[in-house]
């Protein structure tokens, strides 16, 4: 087992190389259709599995396209990696749609409407009510 800190820096540099495969090397055009950018990627701590975490800008079909793009070109990304990542083994490549951009724009959203939503309505707590004495 390889350490923490090993693992993360193996991780940093195959985020490195696949972002630099994405922008010249894939030739793919199912890759290029969308804005692809790799935002994790996360290995295992044996260092023979590597899941790549991709933020794809664009529609549900597009995505779709891109991803299958993506699917396609794993043995690329491996041969290209073991060429230029030094170890033992080369890890398997398992790329997978990073949604949670479009999480946190989705909960943005939604508390920007609460917010727009409690401004529209009076409060209650500020009109004044008539006060009933016991005289």
């Not at 630099?20 to 950018?37: F, T």
């Not at 690329?76 to 997978?96: A, D, M, N, Y």
């Not at 479009?102 to 009109?127: F, H, W």
């Amino acid at each position: 087992m390889a350490t923490d800190r090993r693992v993360a820096r193996v991780g940093e540099l195959i985020r490195r190389e696949v972002s630099q495969m994405l922008l010249s090397e894939i030739k793919d055009d199912r890759v290029q259709v969308g804005m692809v950018s790799v935002t994790d990627v996360e290995v295992s701590g044996d260092l023979q599995h590597a899941k790549i975490f991709v933020s794809i800008y664009g529609d549900e079909a597009t995505r779709g396209e891109t991803m299958a793009g993506l699917q396609s070109a794993t043995g690329f990304v491996r041969s290209v990696l073991g060429q230029r990542v030094r170890l033992r083994r080369t890890p398997e490549v398992i790329f997978l749609e990073d949604l949670s951009l479009e999480r946190g724009t989705r909960v943005l959203s939604l508390i920007n409407q609460l917010n727009a939503n409690r401004k529209e309505e009076p409060d209650e707590a500020a009109v004044p009510t008539a006060e009933v004495s016991d005289d």
